[in-house]
């Protein structure tokens, strides 16, 4: 069974840092994709990150964030991370990673099949 669980948000002031993590369980972890998607308040849900499977190892990044974020994997530990830098306001949402069983991830939320609970992260002073 596909779990994923998310960690790491919380409250941060403009121009902190924060890693959110994606602990995966039940699945081939090498062969999926993972990607991070946020939604704020009165939004529709929106791509932000995501990397390959480690055959590949490609990853992509939302216009917004790209030189702020960083998305890696951790295999041995089954485990994504999104380190984000230089946070802003409008970063503020609920972020939630997603899974599917493909080698090219992609940032359309239709693509993915499985997901967590999300974890929320606040930027402001």
């Known amino acids: 069974q596909v779990h994923l669980v998310e960690s790491g948000g919380g409250l941060v002031q403009p121009g902190g840092s924060l890693r959110l993590s994606c602990a995966a369980s039940g699945f081939a972890f090498e062969s999926y994709v993972i990607g991070w998607f946020r939604q704020a308040p009165g939004k529709e849900r929106e791509g932000v990150s995501c990397?390959?499977?480690?055959?590949?190892?490609?990853?992509d990044y939302k216009d917004s964030v790209k030189g702020r974020f960083t998305i890696s994997r951790d295999n041995d530990r089954n485990t994504v991370y999104l380190q984000m830098n230089s946070l802003k306001p409008e970063d503020t949402a609920v972020y939630y990673c997603a899974t599917k069983r493909r080698r090219f991830c992609t940032l359309s939320e239709y693509d993915y099949d499985y997901w967590g609970q999300g974890t929320q992260v606040t930027v402001s002073s």
């Open positions: 990397i390959s499977s480690s055959s590949n190892g490609r990853t």
